[in-house]
């Protein structure tokens, strides 16, 4: 019976250690995602400021460099919900 208690109660610590982890692991994965959606939103803000402040013949000649305007990572497919995300990884 001793052992059993024992057993049990070492199964039960493994179990919250586990958990503990996992919600670490979760924790700095959203903390992640918070960020690269922040860097994301301030590179798109300083690309607009510099294309604001160029003048009409300097936004012809970019336009010629670079005929499309937009956002590589906006056409990457990216999982949209927790429980896909966490499907996919």
Do not use: W
């Not at 860097?39 to 936004?59: G, T």
Request: with cysteine; charged share 20%; net charge neutral.
């Amino acid at each position: 019976m001793a052992r059993a208690l024992v057993l049990l109660s070492v199964v039960l610590v493994s179990l919250l250690v586990n958990q503990g982890r996992a919600s670490d692991n979760q924790r700095l994965f959203n903390n992640a995602v918070i960020r690269v959606q922040h860097l994301h939103q301030l590179a798109a803000k300083m690309i607009n400021d510099f294309e604001d402040s160029l003048l009409p013949e300097e936004r012809r000649q970019l336009s010629k460099i670079f005929p499309l305007s937009f956002c590589n990572s906006d056409y990457i497919e990216a999982p949209t919900g927790k429980d896909e995300t966490q499907k996919s990884s």
